[in-house]
Nanobody, 125 residues
Framework: QVQLVESGGGSVQAGGSLRLSCASS??????????MGWFRQAPGKEREGVET???????TYADYVKGRFTISKDNDKNTLKLQLNSLKPEDTAMYYC?????????????????WGQGTQVTVAT
């Protein structure tokens, strides 16, 4: 199992930025962290994929984040990051880090085996 700990959430005004981090208990080259990603869940809604990054650093992202959010992986520090720019009120949600050994590395929630506890992002109008 992989332990994942998110940080960096907070409250910002619309148009603002945040940087989320996820510390992993497994090294970047571990098969268990071959694919890592960020997901989010707003109150009353299902969890959805935001952006994922594969072992080869290829990424997959949801249409609504294009040009606004950027995922990156610091292999030396076993850390996954998500830069959130141009935030909108509809981005308000709990953001979760996830990891899996899959080569698919898409945005499907059920493909991911290991999850963090989440970090809250709140965007005010």
């Amino acid at each position: 199992q992989v332990q994942l700990v998110e940080s960096g959430g907070g409250s910002v005004q619309a148009g603002g930025s945040l940087r989320l981090s996820c510390a992993s208990s497994r090294p970047a080259y571990s098969p268990r962290t071959r694919c890592m990603g960020w997901f989010r869940q707003a109150p009353g809604k299902e969890r959805e994929g935001v952006e994922t990054i594969n072992y080869d650093h290829s990424t997959t992202y949801a249409d609504y984040v294009k040009g606004r959010f950027t995922i990156s992986k610091d292999n030396d520090k076993n850390t996954l990051k998500l830069q959130l720019n141009s935030l909108k009120p509809e981005d308000t949600a709990m953001y979760y880090c996830a990891a899996d050994r899959s080569f698919r590395c898409g945005l499907t929630v059920t493909d991911f085996a290991d999850w963090g506890q989440g970090t809250q992002v709140t965007v005010a109008t």
